[in-house]
């Protein structure tokens, strides 16, 4: 299983960094040399069915978000959003062997009951993923911000094979309530380093905007990456992928506890930098480009 161990943990390296360093020596801090290498592995490519799986209460307009946002990324109305969007961001992924891989959201499941509680630990997950499992798709769990999981704090999210090593999962929980300083910054104030202020929410919902970015960061990680045999750095253990090498980069000039230069929404004041379908707006992390070696970010 390719568990995304890092994203919270290079938040607080980052954010330490930031503390013994200025802004310009911070940037220099991060001016290391990065290769991910491929492993010879199969990614997903081609049509790439997206499962959701919904496990608490989530509102209509929170599922709605979730919903865009897969649409944005490869849809045929994709393609119409302004520039910067969320599928040129997306493209990316084509950039690695094989093409593109193009998300198509399928089935969607609600588990508005709590019937397994309210604490969960990873074979929970697993149960819930193993309701789908077929090739080339991704079942995407999302638990809601009243749900515990295993290791939410260590992790925020994490991406794996189901039963038979065939399909592939996401998990992403809302972190509104849990962790938000590592799991949904930029929108929420750090848990660590100097305390900046948080960036407005493009959607006005600090846990489901955060979700956003950590979905965004699992799902690259799953085409590029989806058997822990494909293209990664470091341990196979605890990957650094195409997004979460580049973890805390959200725009240009980006430095450890600083996101970046980013757009500004100018009526309501709100944080992004790639344009969805539906009028959404979204904050998308910075993700390796293979043809560069280096993190690329939308602006």
Same mark, same amino acid.
């Given at each position: 299983?390719?568990?995304?161990?890092?994203?919270?943990?290079?938040?607080?390296?980052?954010?330490? *960094?930031?503390?013994?360093?200025?802004?310009?020596?911070?940037?220099?801090?991060?001016?290391?040399?990065?290769?991910?290498?491929?492993?010879?592995?199969?990614?997903?490519?081609?049509?790439?069915?997206?499962?959701?799986?919904?496990?608490?209460?989530?509102?209509?307009?929170?599922?709605?978000?979730?919903?865009?946002? *897969?649409?944005?990324?490869?849809?045929?109305?994709?393609?119409?959003?302004?520039?910067?969007?969320?599928?040129?961001?997306?493209?990316?992924?084509?950039?690695?062997?094989?093409?593109?891989?193009?998300?198509?959201?399928?089935?969607?499941?609600?588990?508005?009951?709590?019937?397994?509680?309210?604490?969960?630990?990873?074979?929970?997950?697993?149960?819930?993923? @193993?309701?789908?499992?077929?090739?080339?798709?991704?079942?995407?769990?999302?638990?809601?911000?009243?749900?515990?999981?295993?290791?939410?704090?260590?992790?925020?999210?994490?991406?794996?094979?189901?039963?038979?090593?065939?399909?592939?999962?996401?998990?992403?929980?809302?972190?509104?309530?849990?962790?938000?300083?590592?799991?949904?910054?930029?929108?929420?104030?750090?848990?660590?380093?100097?305390?900046?202020?948080?960036?407005?929410?493009?959607?006005?919902?600090?846990?489901?905007?955060?979700?956003? *970015?950590?979905?965004?960061?699992?799902?690259?990680?799953?085409?590029?990456?989806?058997?822990? @045999?494909?293209?990664?750095?470091?341990?196979?253990?605890?990957?650094?992928?195409?997004?979460?090498?580049?973890?805390?980069?959200?725009?240009?000039?980006?430095?450890?506890?600083?996101?970046?230069?980013?757009?500004?929404?100018?009526?309501?004041?709100?944080?992004?930098?790639?344009?969805?379908?539906?009028?959404?707006?979204?904050?998308?992390?910075?993700?390796?480009?293979?043809?560069?070696?280096?993190?690329?970010?939308?602006?």
């Amino acid at each position: 299983m390719a568990d995304i161990y890092r994203i919270a943990t290079v938040f607080s390296v980052a954010f330490f *960094i930031s503390c013994l360093a200025g802004p310009s020596d911070a940037a220099l801090v991060q001016q290391q040399p990065l290769v991910l290498k491929y492993h010879n592995g199969a990614l997903l490519k081609g049509d790439i069915t997206v499962n959701l799986v919904w496990y608490g209460r989530f509102t209509p307009v929170q599922r709605s978000i979730v919903v865009d946002f *897969i649409h944005s990324l490869s849809s045929p109305v994709a393609a119409r959003a302004p520039l910067p969007s969320a599928a040129s961001w997306w493209r990316t992924t084509e950039k690695y062997r094989g093409g593109s891989s193009n998300l198509v959201v399928g089935r969607q499941v609600l588990h508005e009951a709590y019937t397994l509680g309210k604490s969960l630990k990873r074979y929970h997950l697993l149960a819930l993923a @193993n309701k789908f499992n077929a090739v080339n798709s991704i079942t995407v769990v999302l638990t809601a911000a009243d749900v515990a999981v295993e290791g939410f704090c260590m992790s925020c999210g994490r991406h794996g094979t189901t039963r038979g090593g065939k399909s592939t999962y996401v998990w992403v929980g809302n972190s509104e309530t849990q962790c938000p300083g590592q799991c949904a910054w930029p929108f929420h104030q750090p848990m660590y380093g100097p305390q900046t202020p948080p960036l407005l929410a493009p959607n006005g919902d600090v846990g489901v905007d955060g979700m956003i *970015i950590n979905i965004a960061t699992l799902l690259a990680g799953t085409v590029t990456n989806p058997y822990n @045999n494909g293209y990664f750095q470091g341990p196979a253990s605890a990957p650094l992928e195409a997004v979460s090498a580049c973890t805390g980069i959200y725009g240009s000039g980006a430095y450890p506890g600083y996101p970046g230069r980013v757009l500004v929404d100018k009526t309501t004041g709100a944080s992004y930098n790639g344009h969805g379908v539906n009028g959404r707006k979204f904050l998308l992390p910075a993700m390796w480009d293979p043809q560069t070696s280096a993190c690329k970010t939308l602006v």
